[in-house]
């Protein structure tokens, strides 16, 4: 999955309530500011996330630790004040997520779902979490269940990430023929995102399935120019390495940090490159300091 977008989903429906939350507040007579106490568990949670969980010795991060402290005790003050808000269940479930306790925050998320001030979109949003928390603790099958049981809904909004996690998470449990039927659809749709299009390019392109990588990149290369370099390693695979050259380049002006990322992560993808040119810019990337 594309990160920007996996993020943009993830939280994504709590964020969008504290602005009917702040209203409504103001006119009330309570003591305590929900409204301040729940943004600041945001942002602590927000700073987590940001974070590694350890450092470079192995060693849990105690500054971590303290940020994800104190949101809890912050979420735990406004339920005192005001029990049972759905934006606060799913901050929840982001602490549980930041300490890899992944069931224990999708039933955070399934709670919060339940909430009878969650609205329709946040609501969607939650499933997403909901099914990618039970993907992360193994139980993939749960998460199929989950999508497909909110199926309706989540298409009207977000039918092709459907499309794309299931196809995910599918090939998380080996069932590739279902991967590839959901792909191959979603490619075939005139109407689907450069995002979806690169997401989906990715699961192909480790599946093996070289040639429909390559129709999904081309979907998302002019929009999105990190898809460059997912081409770039399609084609270092297919031996061309003149438009491998070409690509990565290209993406290298656009998206340096990124690709830089992405190279350490992909080592192995780039190991047994031959070709000079392709390893001075790779060398040059990872001598690069950080920005």
Known sequence: MNEATSRA???????????????????????????????????????????????LEGVPLDSRDALIATAI??????????????????FRGFAHMLHGEFREAAACYEQAR????CGDEQRDVLAFNQARMLAKAGEGVRALEVFAANKDALDDRYGHQRVVEEAAILSELGRQDEVLSRLQQLLGDEHAPPVARLQAGRLLLDAGHDGLAEIAFDGARQALPIADYYYARLKLRAGDVDTCLESLTRVVDARPAEVRRLVTRDAGAWSDVRDERIQRLLDLQLASPGR
């Not at 339920?79 to 808000?85: F, K, L």
């Open 114 to 117: 339940a909430c009878e001030d």
């Open 73 to 90: 005790d912050q979420l735990e003050r406004v339920e005192r004040v005001q029990p049972g808000m759905a934006v606060t269940a799913e």
């Open 9 to 55: 989903l993830l939280y994504g429906g709590a964020l969008a309530v504290l602005g009917g939350i702040a209203a409504w507040w103001a006119n009330t007579d309570k003591e305590a500011d929900v409204v301040t106490l729940l943004s600041g568990a945001n942002a602590q949670l927000q700073m987590a996330h940001a974070m590694p969980s350890f450092d």
